[in-house]
Every structure is written in structure tokens, then in C-alpha cells.
């Protein structure tokens, strides 16, 4: 069976279509759309109405696509935005009426399907992922094993993500003072710090997924058209994080969209999303990271497999599937 799994970031509105056989996701490939659905949202707590357009009209597209696809089930998620605005209810309403089923999930949930996804290509291991995202960022910890209930250790989601970090401290002005990025970066240390103090045993590896991970990728290799098989379980290392922050540094976001690897419409919070992994590093003593291209899209991708197949999902949460 053909299916669809639709992610509405803060940032960034995503498409998954696949194939799904004997509980296992097959042959997936995903569109992203950068829509900024949280634009404002930190300080305002609603949902603007140019941004609900933004992804209603993404989400016409993925619709679209997903029937050409000949998909026959589709799945939609939203995160942080949804779960800060206030006026949350007025975008599903919007998405009901595209024929959707919207389903806001809790920081929890979005921890551990992203973990469920990125943990394939580590079976038996333990790992920390982490999934810096526009509003928030989840930390997993764990393994998995196919076949076996999902190990996690800690699943937790920190209100600290691209946009945020970058509404709050880096937009006084088009290029952030020093001392902005200075007490950005303290702000983000002290959140990580706070969530990883009391791990028992720290994972030999960390993983991070996002777009703001694969951008430094990208950056650092100078990637002039993105090439995702490149990036995926790429190593960047701190001293890749920290020299893609030092081209960034005194720039404009139009300055930096001019970078190699960087997407315009990125480029106003790939700063902050940058920072935020540099703290992430330091704050789990890390020399280096993986990057992986598979995220929430693919937890999602492989819970439904597994609900489709009469499973029970490992993940302990059960998506509405509508049908198209």
C-alpha cells in the first residue's frame, strides 16, 4: 500500500510518500516546503493569518501530490507552533476542511517518533537524538531493536528551537551584536545542560536531524546543490559548527542565504539553529555529531506501517489515518 505522512513544523511543512509492505516503510521520499508557521508565535502566542495560509496552501500541494502518488492513507502531525498558539483550532479547521485529520502531538510523542526513526540505521545501539527544530528541541535517549518495544531511557521536548532562539535574542537589528549571540548561546547551554545533567551514561554517539543540522552539513562541505545521500550519517564535527557560525557572524540573512548550501528562506534563523548545536555539543560533551536525514517523518512512516500490519506501535502513540 501507497501512503502519505504530513509534518507541519514551525519552520518547515513536510511530505513523506511511500510504500508500505509486511509492517516495514519502503521506497520513501519526502518534499519540504519552508512555511515558518511559527513566525511570531513566541512572542504573540497565536498563529498569524499569513502563516496558516502559508501551510494550507502547502498542505493543497502535499494533497495533490499524495494523490498522483496513488497513496491511499494519509497521516498529518503538527508540533511546537500548534502546541504554543493559542489559536491552534483555527488552523485544523483549515486542514479539516482540506480533508485532513490534523493531530497535534505532545513533545513526548514527537521525541520518540523521531527516535523511532532515526534508530533504524543504529539497531542495538544506544544513541541520543536530538531534533532541533523552529520552537523546540527533543532529546531521546535509548535503542531499538526490530521487533522488540522501542528502549527509551528519556524522551523530552525543551521549548529552544531556530526561531525561537532567534525571535527572542538575534532580531533586534539585521546582523546580531555579539553580546545577543553571546546570551543566546547561554540561554540555549543552560537548557541542555539542564535537560542531559543527570544521564547515567552518555551514548558514545549523538545524533541530530533537522533542517538546521543538514544545513551545516551542506555548509561545511560546501555543497552546491544539497545532495541527501551525502549528508545522511554525515560526522560534523564541533569545529565544522563552529566555523559555519563564524561565516555567518556579521552578516545579514541576505548575506548569509548567499552561503554555499544555505536555502534563502533558512538563512533568517540558521544562525540560532546553529548556535543551539554548537550548545548541544558542549552541553553533552560531544567532539562531534551524526547527522540523519530521517526524522518525525519517518517514525511516522514506520508507525504506520505497523498499525497497517495489526501491530501494535512501538511507539506508543496511534495516528489518524484518513483515508484519500
Known amino acids: 500500500m501507497r501512503i502519505a505522512a504530513i509534518d507541519l513544523g514551525t519552520v518547515s511543512s513536510r511530505l ?14 519526502t518534499t519540504t516546503r519552508i512555511t515558518d508557521l511559527g513566525e511570531g508565535v513566541d512572542a504573540t502566542g497565536r498563529l498569524s493569518a499569513g502563516a496558516m495560509a502559508r501551510v494550507a496552501d502547502a498542505c493543497a500541494e502535499f494533497i495533490d501530490r499524495a494523490r498522483d502518488y496513488g497513496a491511499k492513507v494519509v497521516s498529518t502531525t503538527l508540533t511546537s507552533a500548534a502546541r504554543d498558539a493559542e489559536n491552534g483550532e483555527d488552523l485544523l479547521d483549515v486542514l479539516r476542511a482540506l480533508g485532513l485529520a490534523p493531530c497535534v502531538i505532545a513533545g513526548e510523542t514527537e521525541a520518540r517518533l523521531t527516535f523511532f526513526g532515526v534508530a533504524h540505521d543504529f539497531a542495538g545501539e544506544r544513541i541520543l537524538v536530538a531534533d532541533s527544530g523552529g520552537g523546540s528541541t527533543e532529546l531521546a535517549l535509548g535503542g531499538y531493536l526490530p521487533g522488540e518495544p522501542l528502549s527509551l531511557d528519556r524522551a523530552v521536548s ?12 538575534l532580531a533586534s537589528s539585521p546582523i546580531p551584536a555579539d553580546g545577543e549571540i553571546r546570551e543566546a548561546a547561554r ?13 547515567p551514561a552518555r551514548p558514545g554517539r549523538l545524533v541530530a536531524v533537522g533542517g538546521t543540522a543538514t544545513t551545516l552539513v551542506a555548509m561545511a562541505c560546501g555543497l ?70 530521517n526524522s518525525l517523518l519517518a517514525g511516522m512512516a514506520a508507525t504506520i506501517a505497523e498499525i497497517l500490519d495489526g501491530r501494535i506501535a512501538a511507539v506508543g502513540w496511534t495516528p489518524d489515518l484518513m483515508r484519500l
Not at 525543551?158 to 535574542?169: A, K, P, S, V, W
Not at 540561554?187 to 544521564?199: G, I
Request: charged share 20%; hydrophobic share 50%; proline share 3%.
Open 224 to 293: 552546491a546543490v544539497y545532495d541527501p545521500a551525502y549528508v545522511h550519517l554525515h560526522a560534523l564535527t564541533a569545529a565544522d559548527v563552529n566555523r559555519c557560525i563564524s561565516l555567518m557572524t556579521g552578516k545579514t540573512a541576505a548575506e548569509i542565504a548567499e552561503l554555499p548550501g544555505v536555502q534563502a528562506k533558512r538563512a533568517p534563523v540558521l544562525l540560532g539553529g546553529a548556535l543551539i548545536v554548537r550548545e548541544l555539543l558542549a552541553a553533552g560533551g560531544y567532539s562531534e555529531l551524526t547527522v540523519s536525514e
Open 187 to 199: 540561554w540555549a547551554n543552560a537548557m541542555l545542560a539542564a535537560a542531559l545533567a543527570d544521564v
Open 158 to 169: 525543551l521549548d529552544l528551537g531556530c526561531r525561537r532562539i532567534t525571535e527572542r535574542f
Open 16 to 29: 513523506l510518500l511511500g510504500e508500505v509492505e509486511g509492517g516495514t516503510a519502503l521506497n520513501w521520499h
